[in-house]
Every structure is written in C-alpha cells, then in structure tokens.
C-alpha cells in the first residue's frame, strides 16, 4: 500500500508542477488564416516553423501567421495538388509532400516543387493518393498509399 500512496503523491507533484508553467492551447481555423480546417497532417520542421497539410494546400506557421501553397496551374513549379496527407522532412531541409496524386518536393531555398519521379523497376509511377511517408532508421523512405501498396525508396 506504501508504494502506490508514494506513486499517487509522485503523480500529483509533476502535475502540479506542470500546470504552474501555464500551459495553454491556441485554436487555428479559416478565421486566422488556416486554408482549411480539415487537417490531415503536422509537421514541426528543423527550423521549428510548423507545417499543417490541409484537404485545400499545404500551409507554413511560423508562429504569428500562415503562408499558404496551393496548386497554380500556370505555374509548374506549384504545388501539384491541394490534398495533402502526408508530410516528410529529409537531411536537406527538403519538405516531401504527399498529396492525393503523388509526391512533391518542396525546395525553400528556391521556394519550388518538384514533381518526385517515383518510376520503379516495373515502371509503375506513385500515381495514388500518399498517405504516410516515413524514414527508417537506416535511411530508406517508406511510402504508404491508398489503393497501391507501399514503396521503399
């Protein structure tokens, strides 16, 4: 009985010590210049600027306001679908970009995406919608996707 009275007063104590640092949420939506309020993915980057995939672009916080990219089709360099679902940064600081018709890299530097040609040995190109892209440890890109399997790259 000893042992769980010291864990309960152990418990009570971080708690209380975390709720006199003043935690606090914020609520984003549309009305503070979200582009959607369906967000299907959040990314904190190496910069620690914020980046939410929406059902309508692809949006950067960084901290005070949004920046939105979405898809211009007189612009190639755009962003090539509004859906995404999927959110990766590489070691380049490279921001890789799964939407419901493939893959895109954004480049920041030049401030452009890139069309990534997910060409396999058979030809097949990732073509579907990316639902999840994910590191492994020993460096390769898993590549989830709805309606073609996944990929390792």
Not at 57 to 76: A, Q, S
Not at 81 to 106: C, K, M, P, R, S
């Amino acid at each position: 009985m000893k042992k769980i009275l010291f864990l309960f007063i152990n418990i009570v104590h971080v708690l209380s010590a975390t709720a006199s640092n003043a935690l606090f949420f914020e609520k984003y939506q549309v009305e503070n210049g979200l582009s959607h309020n369906s967000v299907w993915c959040v990314l904190q980057d190496s910069y620690d600027f914020m980046w939410f995939g929406t059902s309508d672009g692809l949006n950067f916080f960084d901290g005070k306001d949004f920046r939105i990219f979405r898809h211009n089709p007189e612009d190639i360099t755009s962003l090539g679908n509004n859906y995404i679902q999927a959110l990766h940064e590489d070691q380049n600081q490279n921001l890789w970009v799964g939407t419901n018709n493939g893959i895109y890299v954004f480049n920041r530097r030049k401030e452009t995406f890139s069309f990534f040609d997910t060409r396999t040995e058979d030809g097949v190109i990732i073509s579907s919608k990316v639902t999840k892209i994910l590191k492994s440890e020993s460096g390769f890109l898993w590549i989830a996707t709805m309606g073609q399997g996944v990929f390792l790259y």
